[in-house]
T-cell receptor
Framework: AQSVAQPEDQVNVAEGNPLTVKCTYS??????LFWYVQYPNRGLQFLLK??????LVKGSYGFEAEFNKSQTSFHLKKPSALVSDSALYFC?????????????FGKGNQVVVIP | EAQVTQNPRYLITVTGKKLTVTCSQN?????MSWYRQDPGLGLRQIYY???????DKGDVPEGYKVSRKEKRNFPLILESPSPNQTSLYFC?????????????FGEGSRLTVL
């Protein structure tokens, strides 16, 4: 079964500094990978996805993520964090061949951007 | 406006009193799913549906039922709620049968079972 690990509960970063949110995954086949963001009292919103092709994926609000097959990672990055980026971030994975259309989410990372 | 609508948004109930959380989407999506969100556990899938009359269990289906009689609606039924079902619930939908497409989430339904 597919699974996701987000090793850090909270990431603190100063405004203007680079932001990285880590994600590693486990699948039997090849992965489809996603990042979602959740603002307080709201549902999750899609940020970006990796399906195939270029390992560097660009998404909404200036975020990008790099698929690394050898390290089974899909870290989310932003070159310069904003206070408004403070939110809960979820990584998710679906196994292309054996996932049975089920999407597994990580536990989430709370990002706090300090003014 | 494209959206997923859940009702109720907040509910306090007592053990054993049947309840239904409704979910409706206006995007003609084939794939719909229910998740629960608990602190430290992230989102866990309860049930999903690939199309009308096609449903399947997710990771934590115990104590829940679903139905998909119409494409736009996917209600979550708690026949006999228990305190361990106190949680924040999200309905989501997707095109492409959910395989490569992103999920569109509702605003969430916070359920407390006393």
């Amino acid at each position: 079964a597919q699974s996701v690990a987000q090793p850090e509960d909270q990431v603190n970063v100063a405004e203007g500094n680079p932001l990285t949110v880590k994600c590693t995954y486990s699948v039997s086949g090849n992965p489809y990978l996603f990042w979602y963001v959740q603002y307080p009292n709201r549902g999750l919103q899609f940020l970006l996805k990796y399906i195939t092709g270029d390992n560097l994926v660009k998404g909404s609000y200036g975020f990008e993520a790099e698929f690394n097959k050898s390290q089974t990672s899909f870290h989310l990055k932003k070159p310069s964090a904003l206070v408004s980026d403070s939110a809960l971030y979820f990584c998710a994975v679906r196994d292309r061949l054996y996932g049975n259309n089920r999407l597994a989410f990580g536990k989430g990372n709370q990002v706090v951007v300090i003014p | 406006e494209a959206q997923v609508t859940q009702n109720p948004r907040y509910l306090i109930t007592v053990t054993g009193k049947k309840l239904t959380v409704t979910c409706s989407q206006n995007m003609n999506h084939e794939y719909m799913s229910w998740y629960r969100q608990d602190p430290g556990l992230g989102l866990r899938q309860i049930y999903y549906s690939m199309n009308v009359e096609v449903t399947d269990k997710g990771d934590v289906p115990e104590g829940y039922k679903v139905s998909r009689k119409e494409k736009r609606n996917f209600p979550l039924i708690l026949e006999s709620p228990s305190p361990n079902q106190t949680s924040l619930y999200f309905c989501a939908s997707s095109f492409e049968r959910g395989i490569t497409g992103e999920l569109f989430f509702g605003e969430g339904s916070r359920l407390t079972v006393l």
